[in-house]
């Protein structure tokens, strides 16, 4: 077991290495957005954090901790006035392991039509929506080894034009035995490639050329993440968690996440997080607090000249 587990973390290493950000070379750029306010406002350093329904959305084999049932709602005031819906479900099986649904949805709005004949606009509106339905599965192998994975549809429609495709992700969980330090690893977003229908027209000055062409297809945002993480400090008023993630992403360079998360007498919890190397992404903040058997989270993430980000959750342990 030791060594499949040297393996697994040295295996993203050896595929991925790369010195030059591969910006643009891939689509369904919604599946990148975080979902759940608890582990955005640890900074995304959530790999072996993730312990509850929205590990689905990150590690999945972190919904082996779910005790009975649990359903998850979160909302994200995203940027560009737009706004990413999610909500999971996640049942504890006995004797098999724990079973989820989960959906995201990402919707443009109104967007102003323009061409080139109408630069201005004036000529009525479009938008775009995006999201994602998947199923979970998760399960102990052993009292310290862990797995779980997504199965995941994506669809995309950008104004008339669609695009359809199946992804998974796979998430494992090892405890150390070490204190409380655990490792975790996943692959999110694995899949064929997926194409827009319909066909389109290059200009030439301002003149649709004579013949359409097919739109290309694209990868998916595919990416790998290995995460440490462990209390730094904990009795039975207070506990202390920190957490890194090294993340690799399959069109861009590689980022480090680190984030704390604090909890006093199991009923309040605060949080915070920085993603080095990110184009964008850096500080971000989160709190919440636990009455009875439902959790209400709050996080908000500075994504520089892009504005904040902010996300709200409820998570009810049924």
Known sequence: MRKLWVLILFLPLLAYGQDFAKVGTVGAQFLKISVGARGAGMGGAYESVAND??????????????????????????????????????????????????IGYLGSGDIERTTVESPDGGIGNFSTEHWFASVSLARRLTDKF???????????????????????DLGVTYLTGFKSLRMAMSVRNFGPEI?????????DNGQPLANPSE?????????FKLGAAMELAEN?????????????????????????????????????????????ESLAFGAGFLL??????????????????HRFDFIFNL
Not at 146 to 167: C, P, Q, T
Not at 215 to 223: A, D, E, N, S
């Open 195 to 203: 194409q827009l229908s319909g066909e389109y027209c290059d200009l």
């Open 215 to 223: 739109y290309l297809p694209y990868h998916f945002p595919m990416t």
């Open 53 to 102: 329904v929205t590990a689905m959305f990150y590690n999945p084999s972190g919904l082996v901790y779910v005790e009975n049932m649990s359903a998850f709602l979160s909302h994200t005031a995203w940027l560009a006035d737009m706004g990413f819906e999610a909500l999971a479900l996640a049942k504890k099986i006995p004797n098999f392991g724990v079973v989820g649904f989960g």
């Open 292 to 309: 009875n058997n439902m959790s209400v989270d709050y996080s908000y993430t500075d994504y520089g000249i892009l504005d904040w980000v």
């Open 146 to 168: 862990s797995v779980g994975g997504n199965v995941k549809f994506i669809r995309e429609r950008l104004d008339d034009e669609n695009s359809n495709a199946w992804a998974t």
């Open 236 to 280: 039975e008023d207070y506990r202390l968690t920190g957490a890194v993630d090294v993340e690799h992403p399959n069109d861009n360079l590689e980022r480090l996440r680190v984030g704390l998360e604090g909890a006093v007498w199991k009923k309040f919890m605060l949080r915070s997080g920085y993603a080095f190397n990110h184009d964008t």
